[in-house]
């Protein structure tokens, strides 16, 4: 087994492992290992050939490949950084011992003086929400299905009804439909959808197909393969009222019931997680609990845009740079937790002295909010949506009047519509 | 007044659009694209096509894009148009595969190097 020094290791190589990898190398990093399971690096921006990523960043509309290639072309500027694709890490240690392997060089443990965590996030399966019934196949995940379709080249069925209005779901019906499935339905358990809403006008909308709230499948009919489901709405207590069942004839069933990071190295290096995100629990720099090891992207809160994956996966690069130089100041962080309203703030621990852009997740929607810190309304919220982040970077100006914990909540504005 | 969601980012500002005759007025456009889209969206509306096609000699397809937005109603026929390619590698990202796909006047390009 091949033991090797070396400065930084980034696990993943997605749009945060890419974005962190180059911002370490800009930064000085003299050796930057980026490892990524997959034959080619981009992540899952691969399968989303849909566009809408970049406006914030670029100012541009682009495609996920697109968006990836803005990444992975820069590589060439930087021998520093080895790419090492097909490449699994197997485990992770809090003295930041990363243990990988491949066909080519077998097992290696890279010692590494920091490690960025930037393994993203995987879809909740059938399991995870119990739906009663036969198992045939044509049950898939919206991820599997974007995959097969838009890296395979393969269609998953003829007619199909989706679980879940999550983005990945809504995209994938649009996409179904172009592609000559028939979409049935689209059902989502809470009264209202966890996708953007951009996503209901363009997919669902624009191919008038039928979004059911509050409807959830009870049972999946099918003996082979998939034949039907049955759906019931359900109740406040989303319980599923099972006289007014009735099924959709299909044979896919898409789920597209949420997303969760992917923490398993990361638990067992002894990271500390966020209970409500998921991810581990990191300061402004993007650090975890453990010194050296940092997380970014979607391993540590899900996002709803890569650009803002981008930004915080450049700050952690950068961070990861200055922690290899012994220079990463040692300030006391004010710790931030969620109010009234709020299932989730991210970063968990904020410095005082600089700018801190937070990204707030709320729990039920809203209209006509203010987001308020600590005692202070600080911005208008005209929509609240769990669905979308709402984001508000902190002022060092600000921060100066805040010493201890900080309660980030969302509270009734000055007008009721 | 009819209300519109903007589709131009994620964003998704929720727009008021008032249409008499041939002029628009729009509220709730957080920016300039917003009111561009707006309008067009009250008067034509127009889509990014986004697909892959099958690569010549390739098992896998390469995914492809309008190079601008084009009329909704030719969304169907601009796929229909989008199977029948069969490019050749090797493919340069923003390489144009096909000019004026589907009589839109827009042509299709590669996003992704094959």
Redesign the interface.
Known sequence: MLEKDTDLVVIGAGPAGLAAALAAAEAGVGEVILIDRLEEPGGIL?QC????FG??YFGE?L????YA?RFIEPLAQYPQIQLKTGTMVIELTADRRVVAINPRDGLVVYRAKAVILAMGCRERPRGAINIPGSRPAGIFTAGTVQRL?????LLPGKTAVILGSGDIGLIMARRLT??GVKVRAVLELLPYSSG???N???CLD?YQIPLYLSHTVTRIRGEQRVSAVEVAPVDDRLQPLSDQRFAIDCDTLVLSVGLVPENELSVNAGVQLDPATGGPLVDSNYQTNLPGIFACGNVVHVH??VDDVTEESRMAGGAAALYIRGQLAKVTMIRVSGGRNVRSVVPQQIAPDRPTTLYVRARFPERNRILRVADNDRTKL??VAPG?TIRYTLTPKELQEYREDLSISIEGGASHA | MPEMTCIVCPVGCRMTVKVTGTAVEVTGNGCRRGLEYARQEAIAPQRVLTAVVAVAGAEQPLPVKTARPIPKEKLFAAMAEVKTLRPQPPIRIGQVLKEDLAGTGVALVAAKNF
Do not use: C
């Not at chain 1, 050939?49 to 809408?52: D, S, V, Y």
């Not at chain 1, 379709?149 to 080249?153: A, K, V, Y």
């Open positions: 691969q050939i849909h566009n809408g406006l914030r509309e495609t996920g490949p697109e290639w379709m838009n890296i395979e080249g172009l592609e953007l809403q951009r209901i006008v363009q624009d709803d845009l005209p929509v979308e």
